[in-house]
């Protein structure tokens, strides 16, 4: 299309109506199972179904990959077959999400497609009706942040985010800490991910047949096939699309999503954000970018522990596994590597225990089952801990970040408007151009 998506995303947010709850939920007992489908079954899907699937009745997947589509529907009608007790067999498979979604038996859409189909399939659900999960980075960019929160209201949805590290007790007692002054007056919190995303250059190759490349491109430009961008078949890795702006944002989207989701948690900004962004010095360096909120704590991308949080009194780091507790020049508790002794477990909970027992603040704990949380959300109608207000300020922190390094640009930013601001920024950077995949074919 020549137009950008803008018109879409109006209209999505504009048009969109609250809609029935499906029968299936209001009418469930605790026992009955919620009824799924999938779309994307690349590795992180597959792990995901692999949550979903005992606990939920899967109706169906989606992938343009035709072995990664039968794979997941024979695992689905497999595990039924031998698990009669658990649902039925009789899975179906679709290339096209939008067949799937038509179905007015499923109730919840799991996605975990590449980043650049994400807002278009999860606004389709909301729409029809269907609850959500989806996974990080909630969008491509700020604008379908904006429309995929907007969207969720409209249609009184449930959605979670894939951002399951808040689901894992080091990083809840973390930000408790945090919000709770343990460290005293954070200055700055440093996050450690890769490099932002930069344009594809990848060569076009031959493709065999069985993957629908126009589907897979979908609102993307048009481009030769590369197996970088969508490896064949079964695969065992995370592909590199998420490395290239057309398809993600490089780590900054990727990692960065995961820790940035942190740095907002601690901060307790997750209905808001930074009101400046600040780009490195030298143009081509892929580190030191820095959010900036209005009480002037700064969030900086640099090589680290993953979350490092400065405090007046103290320090927190956190990362997947690790932990380090340091309170006015003390270590109170730490595991970051066996050698450290000890476990995971006992630096987390011995420091709950002794600091945050009578705290103020208490964080939403998920007891690490963030799947589970989703479909507990979905009986209670109670927002999920990474519900869509998580996701899209969390996506926009990633995307702001991306533009700082995108074009060396200082940003002011009004994180209420979702808007530049100061005579910075510029509106195209918000979206992106879609192609009409529906008739223009690769």
């Known amino acids: 299309m020549k137009t950008t998506r803008r ?47 005992g606990r939920t009745q899967v109706l169906a997947v989606c992938d343009v990959d035709t072995t990664r589509r039968e794979n997941a529907r024979k695992r689905v009608d497999d595990f039924y077959t031998k698990s009669p007790d658990k649902g039925s067999a009789g899975c179906k498979a679709y290339v096209d999400y939008a067949e799937m979604i038509a179905r007015k038996d499923i109730d919840t859409i799991c996605i975990a497609t590449p980043d650049h ?56 007692v973390a930000c408790e800490l945090a919000q709770n002054g343990l460290i005293g007056k954070i200055s700055h919190i440093e996050c450690s991910f890769g490099d932002p995303g930069r344009p ?62 942190i740095a907002q948690w601690a901060l307790a900004m997750d209905e808001s954000g930074p009101v400046e962004v600040l780009p490195p010095e030298d143009p081509k360096a892929k580190r030191g970018a820095t959010l900036v909120y209005a009480n002037g704590v700064k969030v900086i991308h640099k090589d680290g522990f993953g979350v490092h949080m400065y405090g007046s ?52 704990d998920t007891r690490g089952d963030h799947t589970g949380d989703f479909l507990n959300s979905v009986k209670s109608r109670q927002k999920p801990i990474t519900h869509e207000g998580v996701g899209g300020h969390t996506a926009i922190c990633c995307h702001l970040m991306n533009q700082s390094y995108y074009n060396h640009a200082r940003i002011k930013w009004d ?28």
């Not at 504009?14 to 994307?40: C, D, N, Q, Y």
């Not at 491109?217 to 970088?228: D, E, H, Q, T, V």
């Not at 508790?333 to 420091?351: C, I, P």
């Not at 918000?430 to 690769?442: A, F, I």
């Open 415 to 442: 994180p209420a408007k979702f808007t530049f601001i100061g005579g910075t920024g510029d509106p195209s950077w918000l979206t992106r151009n879609y192609r009409d995949y529906r008739h223009d074919k690769v």
């Open 200 to 261: 594809c250059d990848l060569p076009g190759e031959d493709m065999e047949p069985g993957l629908d490349w126009n589907m897979w491109l979908g609102p993307a430009p048009k481009r030769p096939y590369n197996s970088i961008l969508s490896p064949r078949g079964i695969h065992d890795h995370f592909p590199d699309w998420r490395n290239y702006r057309e398809f993600g944002g490089g780590m900054v989207t990727d990692w960065g999503a995961h820790h940035l989701d």
């Open 313 to 364: 009194e103290g320090e927190i780091m956190v990362n997947r596994g690790k932990f380090w507790f340091i309170q006015n020049g003390k270590t109170i508790a730490k595991f970051t590597q066996r050698e450290d002794g000890g476990s995971l477990d006992t630096a987390v909970l011995l420091t709950a225990r002794d600091y945050l027992k009578d705290a103020k603040i208490k964080l939403v």
């Open 117 to 172: 189909w994400h807002s278009e399939v999860t606004i389709a659900a909301l729409k029809s009706g269907k609850d959500v999960y989806c996974e990080k980075p909630l969008t491509h960019n700020i604008s379908e942040a904006v429309a995929v929160m907007n969207t969720t209201a409209a249609n009184n949805r449930i959605l979670q985010t894939g951002s399951m590290q808040r689901s894992s007790k080091e990083f809840r």
């Open 7 to 53: 018109s879409f995303l109006k209209s999505a947010v504009l048009t969109a109506a609250p809609l029935i709850i499906p029968s299936s939920v209001l009418s469930a007992a605790p026992s009955e199972r919620i009824t799924m489908g999938f779309v994307g079954m690349g590795k992180q899907n597959r792990g995901l179904l692999g949550n979903f699937l």
